[in-house]
């Protein structure tokens, strides 16, 4: 079974410093990883994956994340944070070696960007 | 340019009167999935549909259906909603059922009175 943990319900972080949401996985195979934002009454907006090859992965709107085997761990991380980057954000994980089409979400974690 | 698209963006029903929500998308992709999300909550996959094959989900009740009459559209039913239903429904595609990335709509939150 593939399953994916959010260790922070909620993040607070200053306007301008960095920021990381953490996000462990387990899966039995190999993982494909992803990483969604969802912003009030809106569906998930894709930011990020990792399906092989460089462990850092760069998204959109100047996110990244790091794919880190042995800690099975897929931490996403921002440089300097916007207040428009408060939001919800999702890890998901695929198990692609056991042939698993389904999407795992993690429950969330909630972005608090302080001006 | 190219989307997924839900109707309506609100929907309220009555205990146990049936409703149908809407989903088409632009992208031409082979997949389409529909997640119902209750507050505070991670998405939770009903089904999907790869082409014309459906695909249900063993925990899904009995109560959720979804009809795809062609590549574009997908339809969730839910024939006697009940209070506990009440949450918001996402539709996603994907051009495959692997790697691919899954792209969401916006949602349809539904009220059940």
């Known amino acids: 079974a593939q399953s994916v943990a959010q260790p922070e319900d909620q993040v607070n972080v200053a306007e301008g410093n960095p920021l990381t949401v953490k996000c462990t996985y387990s899966v039995s195979g190999n993982p494909y990883l992803f990483w969604y934002v969802q912003y009030p009454n809106r569906g998930l907006q894709f930011l990020l994956k990792y399906i092989t090859g460089d462990n850092l992965v760069k998204g959109s709107y100047g996110f990244e994340a790091e794919f880190n085997k042995s800690q099975t761990s897929f931490h996403l991380k921002k440089p300097s944070a916007l207040v428009s980057d408060s939001a919800l954000y999702f890890c998901?994980?695929?198990?692609?070696?056991?042939?698993?089409?389904?999407?795992?979400f993690g429950k969330g974690t909630k972005l608090s960007v302080i001006p | 340019d190219a989307m997924v698209i839900q109707n309506p963006r609100y929907q309220v029903t009555q205990f146990g009167k049936p409703v149908t929500l809407s989903c088409s998308q632009t992208?031409?992709?082979?997949?389409m999935y529909w997640y119902q999300q209750k507050s505070s909550q991670a998405p939770k996959l009903l089904f999907h549909?790869?082409?014309?094959?459906?695909?249900n989900e063993a925990d899904t009740p009995d109560n959720f259906q979804s009809r795809r009459p062609n590549t574009s559209f997908c339809f969730l039913d839910i024939r006697s909603p009940g209070l506990g239903d009440a949450a918001m429904y996402l539709c996603?595609?994907?051009?495959?059922?692997?790697?691919?990335?899954?792209?969401f709509g916006p949602g349809t939150r539904l009220l059940v009175l």
């Open positions: 549909y790869y082409d014309k094959d459906f695909n």
């Open positions: 996603a595609t994907s051009r495959t059922v692997h790697q691919e990335t899954q792209y």
């Open positions: 992208l031409n992709h082979n997949v």
């Open positions: 998901a994980v695929r198990d692609i070696t056991a042939g698993s089409y389904q999407l795992t």
